[in-house]
């Protein structure tokens, strides 16, 4: 299993230069299960391909197995995660030696931007230097989850 | 979706008809989430075919999609079902208009041996004509649930 470590961040005004100087990638993404156990089985079209994902509990550190689906098998899952989806473009931009992944939500979740950062260890994640167009940081609150976020009808309300 | 409605009972001894006349296919099978909501996410090897199949909340009613995986995709899945899975024998025997399913456990659950009938309703599920050599039907019980099962380290007490 590979370890996923990240931290995420709300992002108040998208900063011009993301959307002038990167490709944003659509990316479609539902959940079939999300197990009291924490363990979760997503689904997700980035660009052209297709994955199926075993996430395990965690938020700031979590372990995961991913294989890549056929379009065929993708669309026979895809019905499974009604009303537990999300549709959203991500662009990734350098930061260093890091990358960011700025997720810009659509659809019901239009209005929502989120910054997440991966890290190869927990130390690591400590040491990220927060760039000013971040906003507060989100990586403990469950409300900002992908998989919450597929449930929800609309953007959660910052002051909760 | 499909919809799956069953009965199953125990056979406490299996009949000799069975494994002279028929072919027992080998089922490896194993959990990747047991939802709270009730909806699992089990992977099987059939024969020398693999199978991702969700199944919905219900006991004698349930909805099911299932996805043929490539042998490479049913392997990388294949450690997340750890503690959770087993390893049976199949043998499909004729009755009447049906088909019942004969289920011979390996490994932990050496000694159990379900036997199952899928109908196309509940109604016809009412009409089924009982062999004598079927013993306690357990079609309600959770303890032979094979998802229960899976996760058990022997075979249920029948006195529970």
């Not at 056929?70 to 662009?91: C, V, Y």
């Not at 990734?92 to 659509?106: L, M, R, S």
């Not at 979740?109 to 690591?124: D, I, K, P, R, W």
């Not at 469950?142 to 597929?150: K, W």
Request: proline residues 3%.
């Amino acid at each position: 299993m590979a370890k996923e470590i990240e931290r995420k961040f709300l992002v108040d005004e998208l900063p011009a230069f993301i959307t002038s100087q990167y490709h944003g990638i659509d990316i479609l993404q539902g959940y079939i299960t999300n197990d009291t156990s924490g363990r979760q089985v997503r689904i997700r079209r980035k660009g052209g391909k297709y994955y199926l994902t075993v996430k395990d509990r965690g938020l700031l550190e979590r372990e995961e197995v991913e294989i890549e689906l056929s379009e065929a098998q993708f669309h026979a899952l895809w019905p499974l995660t009604e009303a537990r989806n999300l549709h959203k473009k991500r662009f990734e931009v350098p930061h260093g030696t890091f990358t960011i992944e700025v997720d810009v939500f659509e659809d019901k979740l239009c209005g929502l931007v989120m910054a997440e950062v991966e890290f190869t260890s927990v130390q690591q994640s400590q040491q990220l230097d927060v760039p000013s167009w971040f906003g507060k940081e989100v990586t403990e609150d469950l409300h900002y989850t992908n998989s919450h976020l597929a449930s929800s009808q609309q953007v959660p309300d910052v002051r909760l």
